[in-house]
């Protein structure tokens, strides 16, 4: 028998069988007879020949029972990698801890150094302060594992940075001291970012100390600046577009969390067109007993025009929004309706009595597919403790919509500002109003029977031994457009952050459980990747 045979026997067993020991076993069985077939007939030299059908064995068999074993051996070790991360306040929304955000850059990619990657910290350059002054903004950590041209090549991408957390905000624990309690870790950037990207290094630490060839090349491009809008990354991914980025097959985010118990996969976020609406009249503040019935007040214009954006039951009221949305399939509810989901739970966790939709599709729909206006605020409002009788001079609100295909934020700019205007000349104010919009990100969608999504469904199997929830995201991840805009490549969002992690919020976690099997089935993912046919790239 020829090696190419062997080859493939071997790859095609390490395929298609789950019970990977007695697999093992069979193989050396597999080996061993094929091993005196050849002396017998060819006379090769024995040690020379299972050398080689050791090697190729360890190159193609997928020993997942080992790699899982080894995750779970080591999940203390992986528990006190978090704590330390979790302990690097790396606050990328306050200047006054940019240092400990360099230091969080260093300790990535130091740790990413230690495990042999190539490894660089990009400079993004500088940010600008609205005092004028300038920071440096935090280097950008790419690193590499495994250059073979005859593999696919998949670019994680991921963010260490955390939103602010302080004890007095209401937390349990320290936000920046880990704290295990009852197999939740408690800790800022927990969920959001830091485990996952945790997990992936560790998904590439495990094939490396056990000896296990990885079955894809991985890339990493972890940023500091995500919760603050990612500033300078997105020139910094068209700089390396043809270079570091240019044998990237495929681009894996997991900087989002599933929708219940049941792992998922996500394959769409909603964009955000976020606007502000200023109405000023009088050139100061005035005293409401004093001028208050002579003048026209920019709050009561401005209230009036907010309360046509949209319906108490959800309307969206501006001319054209909704007909842009792409209308629901057939396929789309049955997959709404299949995917597990707790309407009484969602509602405790956030704690109403209702909702604005009673049924599951709608709700999920309403979520992910369709657009919706929130009202964030007014700037230049009284909003302090006590009853001050000011009429404020200008005001300013912040609305913004959230965006689904087909909605272009080109148009929905135009047909907000247009809307806005004509109904504000119907009030026949003296105040002037004025409309920008100041973020314009685009919605993001995938089809899910593209191979990688395929590819996760069958890590999910075999390390959940069920089948993933197929979600949308409501909210927005511009990087994940960014990364298809500038690359073209393919994208998977495999979350493994829990539906109740708090990402943003008080007493943000991750699980014992979430981060330990989510680092397995990053592992498993690699496998899955790395049987995707080159044509399907
Ligand atoms: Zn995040």
């Known amino acids: 028998m020829n090696l190419a045979v062997l080859l493939q026997t071997n790859h095609h067993n390490a395929n298609q069988d789950a019970e990977i020991q007695k697999r093992k076993k069979q193989r050396a069985k597999v080996c061993l007879s094929e091993e005196t077939d050849t002396q017998s007939r060819e006379k090769m030299n024995i040690p020379v020949l299972f050398s080689v059908l050791l090697v190729i064995s360890t190159v193609q068999a997928f020993q997942y029972t080992e790699l899982a074993q080894y995750v779970d051996s080591h999940e203390e070790d992986y528990v006190e990698a978090l704590r330390d991360w979790v302990a690097i306040e790396s606050d990328s929304s306050n200047v006054l801890k940019r240092p400990d955000l360099h230091r969080m850059m260093e300790v990535t990619a130091l740790k990413l150094r230690l495990m042999g990657g190539a490894v660089e910290l990009v400079d993004i350059g500088e940010q600008e302060l609205p005092n004028g002054q300038t920071l440096a903004l935090p280097k950008v950590v790419t690193a590499q594992f495994g250059n073979d041209s005859t593999k696919h090549t998949v670019c994680v991408y991921g ?136 003048v026209i007040e920019p709050m009561t214009d401005l209230i009036g025009i907010l309360d046509t954006l949209i319906s108490p039951s959800g309307n969206i009221l501006i001319p054209g929004i909704r007909e842009a949305v ?33 049924n599951k599709v709608d709700l999920l729909a309403h979520l992910w597919r369709y657009p919706t206006v929130t009202i964030h605020g007014i700037e230049g409002a009284f909003s302090d403790p006590g009853t001050k009788t000011v009429i404020p001079a200008k005001v300013t609100a912040k609305f913004s919509i959230r965006q689904v295909p087909n909605m272009e934020p080109a148009m929905v700019k135009k047909q907000v500002t247009d809307y806005l205007h004509s109904v504000f000349a119907k009030r026949k104010s003296p105040n002037k109003l004025k409309v920008t919009m100041v973020i314009g990100a685009k919605p993001w969608l995938v089809d899910t029977q593209h191979p990688l999504y395929e590819a996760g469904r069958a890590a999910v199997k075999r390390v959940f031994d069920m089948d993933p929830d197929l979600i949308r995201e409501g909210g927005t991840i511009p990087i994940a457009k960014t990364f298809q805009d500038v690359t073209g490549k393919s994208i998977i969002m495999m979350p493994i952050g829990g539906f109740d992690d708090g990402l943003h919020s008080q007493n943000e976690k991750m699980s014992r459980y979430n981060y330990i099997e989510g680092t397995k089935l990053f592992i498993a993912y690699l496998n899955e990747v790395s049987k995707i046919k080159r044509t399907s790239v």
Request: charged share 20%; proline share 4%.
């Open 326 to 358: 792409a209308p629901l399939t057939d396929e789309e509810w049955k997959m709404y309706q299949d995917i597990q989901f707790d309407m009484d739970n969602y509602k405790n966790k956030i704690g109403v009595d209702q909702l604005m939709y009673s």
């Open 159 to 294: 963010h260490v940075d955390v939103q602010p957390a302080k004890l007095e905000d209401g937390w349990a624990t320290e936000p920046y001291n880990l704290t295990d309690i009852r197999g939740n870790l408690y800790g800022r950037g927990a969920s959001d970012n830091k485990a996952p990207v945790l997990a992936w290094i560790h998904a590439v630490e495990a094939y490396q100390a056990l000896n296990m060839e990885l079955p894809v090349n991985v890339k990493f491009v972890i940023e500091g600046m995500e919760e603050t809008g990612s500033n300078g990354l997105d020139a910094m991914i068209v700089a390396q577009r043809d270079t570091f980025l240019s044998d990237v097959d495929y681009i894996i985010i997991s900087d989002c969390g599933w929708l219940s118990r049941r792992p998922a996969l996500t394959y769409g976020t909603r964009g955000n067109c976020y606007f502000y609406a200023e109405v000023g009249g009088p050139k100061q503040d005035l005293h409401s007993g004093v001028y208050g019935g002579a």
